[in-house]
């Protein structure tokens, strides 16, 4: 009874490693991590995954120089509350506007200052933008706002 309780055991445990294995390797692999919120810095890598995953997406717009950036990324994005909903819920992207990679994304989405949260559906189509420093609660409910949102379409 004993050998079959542990090969039960064994069976489930393996079960559960090859699924968190290939949950794993559907994420994109380039991220940058703010305080333990997860952003991934590959646009097309995210697309990708919210597709399979139906989740959100949110593009952070940033660059290192922006003193209201630094706030967001000290201030907001360690708080419990937020790490929890954007790595639960969305899919993140950072997005760093000075890299020319980014070029086309900082034009084809009309950013105009830092920091800009653009939200987009699970197949990519904007649902709306923020420009600006958001405390925690307004960034909450941005986020509140955007998965009821998602849900309609």
């Given at each position: ?146 998965k009821e949102s998602q849900s309609k379409?």
């Open positions: 009874m004993r050998r079959w309780a542990i090969a039960v055991l064994l069976t489930l445990a393996i079960g559960c490693l090859e699924s968190a294995a290939e949950a794993t390797e559907e994420a994109p692999k380039k991220i940058r991590n703010f305080s333990g919120a997860v952003f991934y810095t590959s646009y097309e890598e995210a697309l990708s995954y919210a597709s399979k995953t139906s989740k959100p997406v949110l593009l952070y717009f940033r660059i290192d120089s922006c003193g209201w950036c630094r706030k967001f990324e000290s201030e907001v994005l360690p708080k419990q509350r937020v790490k929890d909903t954007l790595n639960r819920d969305f899919v993140a992207v950072a997005i760093d506007i000075d890299k020319s990679e980014n070029r086309e994304l900082v034009f084809s989405y009309e950013v105009r200052g830092t920091p800009t949260f653009v939200f987009l559906t699970h197949d990519g189509k904007k649902l709306g933008s923020i420009v600006g420093f958001m405390d925690e609660n307004t960034f909450l409910q941005a986020l509140e706002a955007v379409f």
